[in-house]
């Protein structure tokens, strides 16, 4: 919709997520995306990375943006965690019980899909034949990946988030197919076409930046919010600025109040541009 010409409150904190938003198609930073978070930086505006990538996952992007001061943080894991960078407090988390491993794994299982787990220091399959997908998240995310299978874990483990990951079509059809226990005990979103995502229902990428906004005793009028896909909906909609990424799901696109470019054309660095460094 390309609407982004209207004034909004003054911007404090602005929530980036990263695959698709703030990185290019190559997973990459471009250099007018850096500058303009530069320039929001310079100013005292708080940039904060949000995505469903673990820390690790975030910690190679926030040294290159220079974001790990004492004062920054991160949104991680979807909302599973929010924390401070420079000591690592955790201003919130939500972890999974062993319990919740094992019948969200049952219901993989049952389903025909591959599944994965993550207690934020490593990635866990208990596929024998590993899928590709769960490969290159542990590659993207920085964390080691094992297979175990249900027996060899244990039960004194917690976990961020649960996952049904496989290719679109099958994920689709399982996804179909959820039995209504496990939707009403969790919450249940696609972050790509091939991550079922399975947490707990007080996390998200929403009720994370809300939290901190109140941590930091920011308004959400003061809030600024990016995103691309569905488990970006609910920070859009707590954000006083929402963007939706050219290359968004519709969704989020119909979600949010202002459009930008893709992420292959520095849709970030344009929005920036408009609403934060417009003066």
Same mark, same amino acid.
Do not use: W
């Given at each position: 919709?390309? %609407?982004?010409?209207?004034? @909004?409150?003054?911007?404090?904190?602005?929530?980036?997520?990263?695959?698709? $938003?703030?990185?290019?198609?190559?997973?990459?930073? @471009?250099? =007018?995306?850096?500058?303009? /978070? !530069?320039?929001?930086?310079? =100013?005292?505006?708080?940039?904060?990375?949000?995505?469903?990538?673990?820390?690790?996952?975030?910690?190679?992007?926030? %040294?290159?943006?220079? /974001?790990?001061?004492? *004062? &920054?943080?991160?949104?991680?894991?979807?909302?599973?965690?929010?924390?401070?960078?420079?000591?690592?407090?955790?201003?919130? *988390?939500? #972890?999974?019980?062993? &319990?919740?491993?094992?019948?969200?794994?049952?219901?993989?299982?049952?389903?025909?899909?591959?599944?994965?787990?993550? %207690?934020?220091?490593?990635?866990?399959?208990?596929?024998?034949?590993? +899928?590709?997908? $769960?490969?290159?998240?542990?590659?993207?995310?920085?964390?080691?990946? +094992?297979?175990?299978?249900?027996?060899?874990?244990?039960?004194?483990?917690?976990? /961020?988030?649960?996952?049904?990951? &496989?290719?679109?079509?099958?994920?689709?059809?399982?996804?179909?197919?959820? #039995?209504?226990?496990?939707? *009403? =005990?969790?919450?249940?979103?696609?972050?790509?076409?091939?991550?079922?995502?399975?947490?707990?229902?007080?996390?998200?990428?929403? #009720?994370?930046?809300?939290?901190?906004?109140?941590?930091?005793?920011?308004?959400? +009028?003061?809030?600024?919010?990016?995103?691309?896909?569905?488990?970006?909906? $609910?920070?859009?909609?707590?954000?006083? $600025?929402?963007?939706?990424?050219?290359?968004?799901?519709?969704?989020?696109?119909?979600? !949010?109040?202002?459009?930008?470019? @893709?992420?292959?054309?520095?849709?970030? !660095?344009?929005?920036?541009?408009?609403?934060?460094?417009?003066?």
């Amino acid at each position: 919709m390309m %609407d982004m010409g209207l004034r @909004t409150p003054a911007i404090e904190l602005v929530a980036i997520d990263m695959d698709g $938003t703030l990185l290019n198609p190559a997973h990459q930073l @471009t250099p =007018r995306v850096k500058e303009a /978070i !530069a320039q929001v930086r310079a =100013r005292g505006v708080r940039v904060v990375l949000a995505s469903g990538r673990p820390v690790s996952g975030l910690a190679p992007f926030l %040294d290159e943006l220079g /974001i790990h001061g004492e *004062e &920054d943080y991160c949104i991680a894991c979807n909302g599973g965690l929010v924390q401070r960078l420079g000591d690592g407090h955790r201003v919130a *988390e939500f #972890p999974l019980s062993f &319990d919740d491993f094992v019948y969200v794994e049952r219901v993989a299982r049952e389903l025909g899909v591959h599944f994965q787990a993550l %207690d934020g220091r490593r990635l866990y399959t208990t596929n024998r034949d590993i +899928s590709h997908y $769960t490969v290159v998240d542990s590659h993207l995310s920085h964390v080691p990946l +094992s297979y175990r299978s249900v027996e060899d874990m244990d039960p004194a483990m917690s976990f /961020i988030k649960l996952m049904m990951v &496989d290719e679109p079509a099958v994920l689709d059809a399982a996804i179909a197919r959820l #039995p209504a226990e496990l939707i *009403e =005990r969790f919450a249940v979103l696609k972050s790509a076409s091939f991550f079922l995502e399975v947490f707990d229902h007080r996390a998200g990428k929403g #009720p994370g930046l809300r939290m901190l906004a109140h941590h930091l005793g920011l308004d959400r +009028s003061q809030v600024m919010a990016i995103g691309d896909q569905e488990n970006d909906l $609910t920070m859009l909609q707590f954000a006083g $600025t929402s963007v939706a990424m050219g290359n968004a799901v519709d969704v989020v696109k119909a979600t !949010a109040l202002h459009e930008t470019a @893709t992420n292959a054309e520095d849709g970030v !660095a344009l929005a920036l541009e408009r609403f934060v460094l417009r003066d």
